[in-house]
């Protein structure tokens, strides 16, 4: 498979250090898809699983590398903390292997467009008034993945699309959760849209999504535990919402999106 090149590339929500990271298909993603800026935007190393359990394979010392790797041969690599690593958030404007800490950071496409990139748990109210409800909240949604794991084998042994996602299933047939999601897109918009920006990049809601809100684009690059996304940039400006996942002969393939801005 041939290797892509874009201007930018988002990713956040990798959850390193936890069970519910896709390493295989972070790895893929890193592998065939360079870029000249990388921004990591926020959960990038579980804290949160680390302080209940140590867990550290291989493959997520190896995305480590491979992100250390791009940094030293000349991608400019961006890390924006977010709530599960919250402590990064100290060493704002610091330089760790040639990868920049930023609590927040402002993009210009190559088309002249603005987006704050920021993780966005600053604008979800349980996560920042109701720490110990989100830390529940997040244990939750822990156990669906868990559970989802061994669907996803089970529907691998029969045959079926391994690609299943239970959390997924469970989020959009409960209402609250859904409305949960629209509220905090309306949020963040609500509290941007005046602040001379074109629109927002962020993660944390595990979301992947493109759109307009009132004139204002919002931007979620979703999370490699569920979904295996990624929001990248060409060199036109273009945005899009890139969905990873492997197929049955282990190549890995992309299902694009593309929603113009310019």
């Excluded at 890193?30 to 921004?39: A, F, P, R, T």
């Excluded at 979800?124 to 109701?130: E, F, G, V």
């Excluded at 084998?153 to 959760?177: D, E, H, P, Y």
Aim: glycine share 6%.
């Amino acid at each position: 498979m041939n290797i892509t090149t874009y201007r930018t590339i988002w990713i956040s929500d990798l959850h390193l250090g936890s069970t519910q990271c896709r390493a295989d298909l972070l790895l893929d993603f890193l592998k065939y898809n360079e870029s000249e800026k990388l921004y990591l935007v926020g959960d990038i190393i579980d804290f949160w699983a680390l302080s209940k359990k140590m867990y550290w394979p291989r493959d997520h010392n190896t995305v480590i590398q491979k992100v250390l790797r791009k940094a030293r041969h000349g991608t400019q690599v961006i890390y924006i903390p977010g709530n599960h690593d919250e402590n990064v958030r100290h060493y704002d404007n610091y330089v760790f292997g040639d990868i920049v800490v930023k609590n927040s950071d402002v993009h210009v496409t190559s088309a002249g467009k603005q987006f704050l990139v920021v993780h966005g748990d600053e604008y979800d109210t349980i996560a920042k008034c109701h720490k110990w409800l989100a830390k529940l909240g997040s244990d939750g949604y822990d156990f669906l993945i868990e559970i989802n794991r061994l669907l996803r084998m089970v529907r691998r042994w029969f045959g079926m699309q391994s690609n299943f996602s239970l959390a997924a299933f469970v989020k959009f047939k409960v209402k609250n959760v859904v409305q949960f999601i629209s509220d905090y897109e309306e949020s963040i918009v609500s509290t941007l849209k005046d602040q001379d920006l074109d629109g927002v990049i962020c993660g944390h809601i595990h979301h992947a999504e493109i759109k307009e809100i009132d004139g204002f684009l919002y931007v979620n690059t979703g999370d490699f535990v569920e979904s295996c996304t990624a929001i990248v940039e060409h060199f036109n400006g273009t945005l899009e919402l890139v969905r990873w996942h492997r197929i049955e002969s282990a190549i890995a393939h992309n299902e694009i999106m593309e929603v113009n801005i310019d």
